[in-house]
């Protein structure tokens, strides 16, 4: 499995979103480019290996649907909608970026799943057979709880990005587990301690 940096086309005319997703994106290890209209995002798309497009639907040349179709012409590219009101700031504050990484996440495992029966991970002497759901460390196969094998998982589809604590929260054990997450350096007693 590929461990490049994904490289994402961002399709938005309104700088101040525009610096924030290019911010949230490359603190991810995301490779970021610009478009601030539907004809660059095409060109972009035609000359650029890319992995994932973020597309606000409120283009100042094209219609969206017209760039969509245009995109899916020539590229099987990934289009995630970005769609909040023009010239709106608080469609910055109001699109969460931890559910927008939590989304190209998914497409992005579901674009490796869709291209790959057994995709395999390589490092070192690590070997992660996702198809299989093997781990073998050299020869030796390394058996691990169901818990441990989703997290290596998600460390291993997201190879060469920085994954936070709150990111294995939401991937392992779901969405609502981060916001009931205790406090890094917070003791929980154990049952038998009460």
Known sequence: MCTQPFHVLVVDDEPQMW???QTGLKAHGYQ???AS???DALI???TMQLDMILL????PDLQRLEVVRRICESSTVPIIAVSVRRGDWEKIAALDMEELLASIRATIRHRLHATSNEPVFRSAALTVDLGRRIVLLGQAEVKLTPTQY???RVLVLHAGHVVTHHDLL???WGPDAA???VPTGTHQPNPSET
């Open 56 to 59: 606000d639907l409120d283009l």
């Open 150 to 152: 989703e997290l290596l």
């Open 19 to 21: 610096c924030w997703l």
């Open 170 to 172: 939401r991937e392992v």
């Open 37 to 39: 209209n539907g004809q």
């Open 44 to 46: 972009w798309t035609i």
């Open 179 to 181: 916001h009931h997450a």
């Open 32 to 34: 970021v480019i610009e």
